[in-house]
């Protein structure tokens, strides 16, 4: 009798365990169904964007092989893909109360511009708003399938669906160009005249999503002489971060080669910003961030190689210094206080893969030896030389080069050794100023041979000459234009007060430069290449 009751009891509570459970299960099934999307686990792990420059199954573009959404969704980029999945967490804040950074979060579209503002009135001039040609379909990098749509799965999977897919029909007046996130609406518009337009209505919200986008994913850039990650957004974005290795008021030692001095996150920032100012637009948009090394990096990388170099600094703060060329070692980690980090965070071009890039060898590179010179340093007449190779003997190629010239000096860049062009474009086509991070290292002196193009060749775009005229005015003074244009970022203020001063005083020798050249000239044309006709 009694074995019969124990036997009764055990049958009895197991079914009542198993209820139990079944009611827990399902009390948790409610609770997540209930739970909004937005606060519900992101689920990365299976279908995560690869650590490339453009996601698994994104809105067709089409090269001009009219590459198929199936070539973009077996594409895979070189860094490896996330693997790990990684919870929501709350967008923060990434500048200060009372920081002009702010204004990005409010999403401002004018780009912190005022009334009385010396930028706005500096992009209404007429300088400013010289036509491009006609862009026709050749002359775009993609084009796109106007019928395809994308947008995010409601499950908060964060994965892209075709319209073929789509759960809901868009709004009404959308267009499925409305559905792009803001990268790759900037990769979309690219052409063969430019980077991106002068007035871009996209550019607030590309440098907001920069600066404040979730980071899923944190993977170290292979190559380079310094440590460089790759960021990944939900919304499959990616950025190039570089980190900060040198407080504002330092100065590059006089005794560093230019090929040893550190790379500068706020020289990325400052150098875009430059770049715009100039009317190059030629370099990818950047904007400062504060990252949190343990969340943001250490916690959600895939990088071994990088999960190995963290540790915890005698101060107890998070440090990790990667793998690279130079400064990658416990000597020269890179520590957050106690784990945040400022860095800048670069817009990604599209993946070469997808828009195949040409490396080209500057003609006036240096010879990166501590005692050697290049050829172009001991021979006055180079530039003959380089009119006669191409593809600087015919076309705009050797303006355009000089044109970077003068970027680089005005910013103390002295590492230009290669530039790119989009392939598709062939030698007609601008050239990217990419990777700027040694310039504005020092503002106590300038480097008279970065001009060497322009001295030797004496030869300048009649644009840039009139905007650098232009900017030598009190009302659009370049110091104060790149100081209004600087103040906006999430990191401000990004340059001392000397940097900002050392510009004026180079735009200085920059004209003298082609003063003298008109000087020897016989004609003004023959310095001044006539660029701009009769649209000024």
Request: proline fraction near 7%; hydrophobic fraction near 35%.
């Amino acid at each position: 009798m009694r074995c019969r009751l124990r036997t009764l009891f055990q049958r009895k509570f197991k079914v009542s365990l198993l209820f139990l459970l079944l009611l827990a299960l399902l009390v948790h099934l409610a609770m997540d169904l209930a739970l909004p999307a937005a606060l519900r686990p992101c689920g990365c792990d299976a279908k995560a964007p690869k650590a490339s420059g453009v996601p698994s199954g994104s809105p067709v573009l089409a090269s001009p092989k009219k590459l198929s959404l199936r070539i973009l969704q077996d594409f895979s980029g070189s860094n490896g893909s996330l693997e790990k999945s990684s919870q929501l967490q709350g967008a923060e804040p990434h500048a200060r109360a009372g920081e002009p950074g702010l204004r990005h979060q409010r999403g401002e579209e004018n780009a912190g511009w005022t009334e009385g503002s010396k930028l706005a009135a500096l992009f209404k001039h007429p300088l400013y708003n010289i036509p491009i040609p006609e862009v026709t379909e050749k002359d775009k990098l993609f084009v796109v399938n106007p019928m395809e749509k994308f947008s995010l799965r409601s499950s908060g999977s964060d994965e892209w669906v075709s319209s073929s897919k789509a759960e809901t029909l868009l709004p009404t007046g959308k267009t499925a160009y409305d559905t792009y996130p803001a990268w790759l609406k900037f990769h979309i518009g690219i052409n063969r005249y430019e980077l991106y337009p002068r007035q871009d209505p996209l550019m607030p919200t590309l440098l907001r999503d920069l600066a404040t986008q979730r980071i899923v994913s944190s993977v170290q850039k292979s190559g380079g002489t310094q440590l460089k990650l790759i960021m990944t957004f939900p919304n499959y974005g990616q950025a190039l971060f570089k980190p900060m290795k040198q407080t504002r008021d330092q100065e590059t030692p006089i005794d560093f080669f230019y090929f040893s001095d550190f790379e500068r996150h706020n020289a990325e920032i400052a150098a875009f910003h430059l770049d715009r100012i100039l009317d190059f637009r030629r370099i990818p948009p950047v904007s400062g961030r504060l990252v949190n090394i343990t969340k943001e990096i250490r916690d959600i990388t895939t990088d071994k190689k990088l999960a190995k170099t963290f540790f915890i600094s005698p101060a107890g703060n998070v440090c990790f210094y990667g793998e690279c060329s130079y400064y990658c070692s416990t000597e020269h980690a890179l520590c957050g206080k106690p784990d945040r980090l400022e860095g800048s965070m670069a817009a990604l071009l599209p993946d070469k893969t997808l828009a195949k890039r040409r490396s080209w060898r500057s003609p006036w590179r240096r010879s990166y030896h501590k005692s050697k010179k290049a050829e172009w340093e001991l021979n006055p007449n180079y530039c003959a030389q380089v009119r006669e190779t191409p593809p600087y003997n015919r076309g705009h190629r050797l303006l355009d080069l000089i044109d970077m010239t003068v970027l680089d000096f005005l910013m103390g860049n002295m590492d230009r050794h290669h530039y790119e062009t989009f392939e598709k474009f062939g030698n007609d086509t601008f050239l990217l100023h990419l990777d700027n991070g040694r310039g504005f290292g020092t503002h106590s002196r300038d480097e008279p041979s970065i001009l060497a193009p322009l001295r030797q060749c004496c030869s300048i775009k009649k644009s840039t000459y009139l905007r650098l005229q232009l900017l030598a005015t009190q009302p659009y003074r370049l110091s104060d234009l790149l100081r209004e244009a600087l103040a906006a970022d999430p990191l401000a203020p990004i340059l001392a007060e000397p940097h900002l001063r050392a510009l004026d005083r180079r735009l200085g020798k920059v004209l003298a430069a082609v003063g003298r050249c008109l000087a020897g000239a016989a004609r003004p044309d023959e310095v001044l290449v006539d660029d701009v006709g009769s649209r000024v």
